[in-house]
C-alpha cells in the first residue's frame, strides 16, 4: 500500500482509564486498559470493520482515533496531518473531514432541534456556505443523498421513526462532506428490515462519494457485509485483522474461531451442520487482564508454555495478520482443542476485582 | 392433543380519545410436547404481548382487552383467577425474560431467589431446599455453586445472571418453558452457551420451548416450528426448513432478504423492505404488510386476509404469497381448498 492510499494510521494507540477510589482524596488504585496497543491503518475510500464483544475497547478505540477521546500514549495520523499532537484549533477544523455516527440516534439528536438546526450547526461552525440559501442547497441535497424528504426539515426528531433518524445522524455527517466516517454501532439499535436499508445506504454512500469508513459493531454478519478489512478485538487488543472473505474462510486466532462459530445463521442446513466452538465462562474484566495471552483462560486451544506468560505481537501469515503463538500449528490441525473450565468474572467494580471505575473528568469522554 | 393451544388470542389497549390499538389481533398457534416454537418479528408485533397475556402478566389497567383462549392441557389460561394462575405459573409453565438484570430481585441472594420457587411449588426447605438449588445451578452450568448462593445478582455477569434465571425457571421440571428473548442481551459467545444450554434442557427434560425472539439465526438454529409475526398477526406458520427454504409470505422473504449472512460474500446486496413498522401505527384495515408489499394487489386493502393453509401444512395469511419454484400460481380458490 503507498502511502498516499492510507487515510488513517493508528501506531501503538493506548487509552487507559484510572480507577479512583476514596472520599476526600481520589487514589488511582488501578487502570482500565481500554485500548492497549494498537496498530491499524484505513486506506481511502474503504471500509476498516471492527469487532468485538462489549468491553473489548472497539467504541474507546474509535472515538480515541477521533481526538474524542484524549489517548494515554500513541499516534494517530490522518491524511499525514498528526493529530495527537495537534493543537485544539486546528484540530477542530480537521474535525470536519472526519465525522462520526452513533448507535442510537435518539439519544445523540437534540430533542429540541429541529432537523435543518441539527444539519445547520455543524456548517455554520465550519464556516460552510455563503449565506443561508447557499446552505439550504447544501442540505438539501444531503438530504437527497440519505433518502429523507424535504419536509424534514422542519420536524423534530421524535417525529421520525428509528431508521429515519439514522439517516438524519448519518446527514449530520455528510453535510460537512467528510472524507472518514466512523459509525459507532450504527444499525445494532435498528430492526433487522431497517438494519438492512441503513446498511445498504452507507453502502452506496462511500460509493458516490469516495467515503472512508471505519464501522464498530459487535454484529461479525454486518461487519463483514460492509467491510473491507476486519480488525477483531479481544482486551483492547486486536487479536486478527484481514480482508473480509479470508477472515471467514480462514479464521486463524482462535478468538475469531469461536466468535464466527457462535454467530447464528439464518440457515437451518448451515446451522445443522456447523461445528461450534463453545468458549468457558466470561470476557475477562479489563481492569485486571490476565497475564501472557489474553485470551489464554479461555482458549480450547491454549498450550503450557507461551501463552500465559508471553503476550503474543500481531504477525503477518499471508494477507492476515494474527496474535497467537500457534497460529499455524493450530490452522494445520496439528494441535487439537481441548475442555476449558469457565473461570468467575466479577462484573465491573463488584466482588473480588478491584474498585470502582469512575468517570473521567473532561465532560463528554465517557463511554 | 397440543400442550398448549393458542386460539384467537387479541390483546387491545384503549385509551380514551385514541383509536385503540389491537396489539395482539386474532393469533392462533399451538406447542406440543417436547417441541419448540419460534414466535418471530421485528420490534412492535405483539410477540411480546402474545407471551404475557398467556401468562397473565399485562399490567391490569383500564382499557386492556384480552380475548380468545389459551389452553394449556385443557384449562383455559385467559379465566383462571390470579390464584390458580399463581400455582401453575412456575410449576407447569416458566418464563425467562431477555434482561436477567431486571428480572432478578438485586436486594436478595440468588440462592434465595431459587429456593422460593421450590418452596412455593415443591415444599421444600431449609437444607433440603438449599442442596437441590445448588443442583440446579451446577445444572446450568454455573462454577462454584455453594459459594454462588450466598451471592447478589449484581456480582454475576450478564451470562451467569441469564443461567440463574434459567435454574429458577427449570427448578420444577416445568411442562413449557417461554423465553422472551432470552439471548438479546448478551454477548454473541455468551449467547452461544446459552442457546446450548436450552437446547440441552429441552432435549434432556423434554419441555417444550416457546421462544420468542427477532433473530432468524437463533430460530434457525433450533426452532421445530416458526410462526412469524407481523402486526400483531400470525403472518406465516411452517415448520422451520420449509420456512428457510421457500417462505411464502412476502414479510417474511422480505425479513429473510435483510438479514446480512455470514457466508456471504463481501458487498452482496442487501433487500430490504421498504418503509417501517412505526408508520402504520394503528393498524391499516386489510393486509397490515400491505403498505410495504412488493406483492400488493387490489385485495389487499379491505378486509385482512384469512389464513390460508396450503396442501403442505403449513399456513400463511396472504392474498398473493410468493410462488412455489417450478409452479404456475394456482387460483385462490383451489390453494385454500
Same mark, same amino acid.
Given at each position: ?6 487515510? =488513517? ?6 487509552? &487507559? ?5 476514596? =472520599? ?10 481500554? +485500548? ?11 471500509? #476498516? ?48 473531514? /472526519? ?6 440516534? /435518539? ?48 420536524? #423534530?426528531?421524535?417525529?421520525? !421513526? ?6 438524519? %445522524? ?52 454486518? +461487519? ?96 492476515? @495478520? ?42 463528554? !469522554?465517557?463511554? | ?13 384503549? @385509551?380514551?380519545?385514541?383509536?385503540? =390499538? ?32 398467556? /401468562? ?102 450478564? %451470562? ?41 434442557? +429441552? ?47 412476502? #414479510? ?56 390460508? &393453509? ?8 396472504? +392474498? ?18
Amino acid at each position: 500500500m503507498s502511502e498516499n492510499d492510507v487515510l =488513517v494510521e493508528v501506531r501503538d494507540l493506548k487509552v &487507559h482509564f484510572p480507577i479512583k477510589r476514596g =472520599v476526600l482524596f481520589d487514589r488511582v488504585v488501578g487502570q482500565v486498559k481500554a +485500548v492497549d496497543g494498537v496498530d491499524l491503518s484505513i486506506a481511502r475510500g474503504k471500509t #476498516y470493520g471492527l469487532v468485538g464483544e462489549s468491553g473489548c475497547g472497539k467504541s474507546t478505540l474509535g472515538r480515541a482515533l477521533l481526538q474524542l477521546t484524549p489517548p494515554t500514549a500513541g499516534e494517530v495520523s490522518f491524511d499525514g496531518v498528526e493529530l495527537t499532537t495537534l493543537p485544539p484549533g486546528k484540530l477542530r477544523s480537521m474535525r470536519r473531514r /472526519m465525522q462520526m455516527i452513533f448507535q442510537d440516534p /435518539m439519544s445523540s439528536l437534540d430533542p429540541r432541534q429541529n432537523v435543518e438546526s441539527i444539519l445547520t450547526e455543524g456548517l455554520q461552525t465550519h464556516g460552510i456556505g455563503t449565506d443561508r440559501t447557499d446552505r439550504r442547497r447544501i442540505i438539501g441535497e444531503t438530504l437527497d443523498a440519505v433518502g429523507l424528504p424535504r419536509w424534514a426539515l422542519s420536524r #423534530y426528531p421524535h417525529e421520525f !421513526s428509528g431508521g429515519q433518524r439514522q439517516r438524519i %445522524g448519518i446527514a449530520r455527517a455528510l453535510v460537512l462532506g467528510p472524507e472518514l466516517i466512523v459509525a459507532d454501532e450504527p444499525v445494532s439499535a435498528l430492526d433487522v428490515s431497517i438494519q438492512a436499508q441503513v446498511v445498504n445506504l452507507l453502502d452506496e454512500l462511500q460509493d458516490s462519494l469516495g467515503l472512508t469508513y471505519l464501522v464498530i459493531a459487535h454484529d461479525l454478519a454486518v +461487519v463483514r457485509h460492509i467491510s473491507d478489512t476486519v480488525g477483531v478485538m479481544y482486551l483492547g487488543a486486536l487479536v486478527e485483522e484481514a480482508p473480509s472473505d479470508r477472515l471467514y474462510n480462514e479464521p486463524l486466532h482462535p478468538y475469531t474461531r469461536a466468535l464466527m462459530s457462535a454467530v447464528p445463521v439464518p440457515d437451518p442446513d448451515v446451522e445443522d451442520r456447523r461445528e461450534r466452538i463453545l468458549l468457558a465462562g466470561d470476557l475477562p474484566s479489563p481492569a485486571n487482564p490476565p497475564s501472557g495471552c489474553r485470551f489464554h483462560t479461555r482458549c480450547p486451544w491454549a498450550q503450557p508454555t507461551r501463552c500465559a506468560d508471553e503476550r503474543p505481537v500481531l504477525r503477518d501469515i499471508g494477507a492476515s @495478520r494474527v496474535a497467537c503463538h500457534w497460529a499455524e500449528q493450530i490452522a494445520s490441525g496439528e494441535l487439537r482443542p481441548h475442555g476449558v473450565s469457565a473461570q468467575i468474572v466479577r462484573p465491573e467494580g463488584e466482588g473480588d476485582a478491584p474498585g470502582v471505575v469512575s468517570a473521567p473528568t473532561e465532560p463528554g !469522554s465517557y463511554v | 392433543m397440543a400442550l398448549l393451544e393458542v386460539e384467537d388470542l387479541s390483546v387491545t389497549f384503549a @385509551r380514551r380519545g385514541q383509536r385503540a =390499538v389491537h396489539a395482539v389481533d386474532g393469533v392462533s398457534f399451538s406447542v406440543d410436547a417436547g417441541e419448540v416454537v419460534g414466535l418471530v418479528g421485528e420490534s412492535g408485533c405483539g410477540k411480546s404481548v402474545t407471551s404475557l397475556a398467556i /401468562m397473565g402478566l399485562l399490567p391490569k389497567q383500564p382499557g386492556l382487552r384480552v380475548g380468545g383462549k389459551a389452553v394449556f392441557d385443557g384449562t383455559d389460561l385467559l379465566q383462571l383467577d390470579d390464584r390458580s394462575r399463581r400455582d401453575i405459573r412456575g410449576r407447569d409453565i416458566a418464563m425467562i425474560f431477555q434482561d436477567p438484570l431486571s428480572s432478578l430481585n438485586p436486594v436478595i441472594p440468588i440462592g434465595l431467589q431459587v429456593t422460593e420457587v421450590l418452596a412455593r411449588h415443591r415444599g421444600m426447605k431449609g437444607e433440603t431446599a438449599a442442596k437441590e438449588a445448588a443442583a440446579l445451578l451446577d445444572r446450568v452450568g454455573i462454577p462454584d455453586p455453594k459459594r454462588r448462593l450466598k451471592e447478589y445478582p449484581h456480582q454475576l455477569s450478564g %451470562g451467569m445472571r441469564q443461567r440463574a434465571l434459567i435454574a429458577m425457571a427449570v427448578a420444577c421440571q416445568p411442562r413449557l418453558l417461554i423465553a422472551d428473548e432470552p439471548t438479546t442481551a448478551l454477548d454473541v459467545t455468551i449467547q452461544a452457551q446459552i442457546l446450548e444450554l436450552l437446547k440441552e434442557l +429441552v432435549r434432556d427434560s423434554g419441555t417444550a420451548l416457546l421462544m420468542i425472539t427477532h433473530d432468524l439465526g437463533v430460530v434457525a438454529g433450533m426452532v421445530d416450528t416458526v410462526n412469524v409475526l407481523y402486526g400483531g398477526r400470525v403472518v406465516e406458520t411452517a415448520r422451520r426448513r420449509p420456512l428457510f427454504r421457500q417462505p411464502r409470505h412476502p #414479510y417474511t422473504v422480505g425479513l429473510l432478504g435483510s438479514v446480512p449472512r455470514l457466508d456471504a460474500g463481501r458487498g452482496e446486496k442487501l433487500n430490504p423492505i421498504p418503509g417501517s413498522v412505526r408508520d402504520l401505527l394503528p393498524w391499516p384495515d386489510g393486509c397490515a404488510f400491505a403498505p410495504r408489499c412488493a406483492r400488493r394487489i387490489d385485495e389487499c386493502v379491505g378486509e385482512p386476509p384469512e389464513l390460508v &393453509h396450503a396442501h403442505d401444512g403449513r399456513s400463511y395469511r396472504c +392474498v398473493n404469497p410468493e410462488p412455489l419454484p417450478g409452479m404456475v400460481p394456482a387460483p385462490r380458490e383451489e390453494e385454500s381448498a
